[in-house]
């Protein structure tokens, strides 16, 4: 396993539903990542929190909100998804939030809307 | 025009073959350039990482940086099973750009 843990691995909801991801560093670093793959797309960054600030949302619905609790730990709460939404979602780790030494990813969480 | 583009492939060598993945970017701010590599359901890891222009190599791995062409590669020596994977380059200047990612299979 990485550094970065992300829970769980799979995870099948209704479009009702309210779950949430976890993610846990314990690297050191000071910057965390919400990301959003799905097939032949680029990554898709959601949230970026640096110093537990979140210091970008990139125009990504309400359905979707992110908690950094302190530096070591990440959520993403969810609540009536779109079948759209399934996809892998991605939690990674940087020293800070430039990125310049690239990021530690987690193994993701496969989410399944239906 | 897309930031960074890569071909998604599919790749498929033999065994000991060469590879090279490219992909080309419209940023000129970009100053570190990584390779990812990103087997089946597991996150991607950091594979390569370049600063500015020139060449870094790693064993089998090879990554060059072209500034002035807008152009990185990654190229794999002596191709092996264990190397069939996904391939995502990323760029940054403030904030990480990726490719979309080449699915690569190497055949024994």
């Known amino acids: 396993e990485t550094g970065v843990t992300q829970t769980p691995r799979h995870l099948v909801m209704g479009m009702t539903n309210k779950k949430s991801l976890k993610c846990e560093q314990h690297?050191?670093?000071?910057?965390m990542y919400w990301y959003k793959q799905s097939a032949k797309k680029p990554l898709e960054l959601m949230f970026v929190?640096?110093?537990?600030?979140?210091?970008e949302n990139n125009s990504v619905p309400s359905r979707f909100s992110p908690e950094c609790p302190n530096s070591s730990h990440l959520f993403l709460h969810l609540h009536t998804l779109q079948p759209e939404d399934s996809a892998l979602y991605l939690c990674?780790?940087?020293?800070?939030?430039?990125?310049?030494?690239?990021?530690?990813f987690g193994s993701g969480t496969r989410l399944t809307v239906v | 025009q897309k930031e960074v583009e890569q071909d998604p492939g599919p790749l498929s060598v033999p065994e000991g073959a060469i590879v090279s993945l490219n992909c080309t970017y419209s940023n000129s701010a970009f100053q570190y350039f990584m390779w990812y590599r990103q087997y089946s359901r597991k996150g991607p890891e950091l594979l390569m990482y370049t600063y500015s222009s020139g060449n870094k190599e790693d064993g089998r791995f090879t990554a060059q940086v072209d500034k002035s062409s807008k152009y990185i590669s990654l190229f794999i020596r002596d191709s092996q099973p264990s190397d069939s994977a996904t391939y995502l380059c990323a760029m940054s200047a403030g904030g990480m750009r990726f490719g979309a990612g080449t699915r690569l299979t190497v055949k024994p």
């Open positions: 929190y640096s110093l537990e600030e979140r210091v």
């Open positions: 690297l050191g670093h000071n910057a």
């Open positions: 990674a780790s940087s020293q800070d939030s430039q990125g310049g030494y690239g990021y530690t």
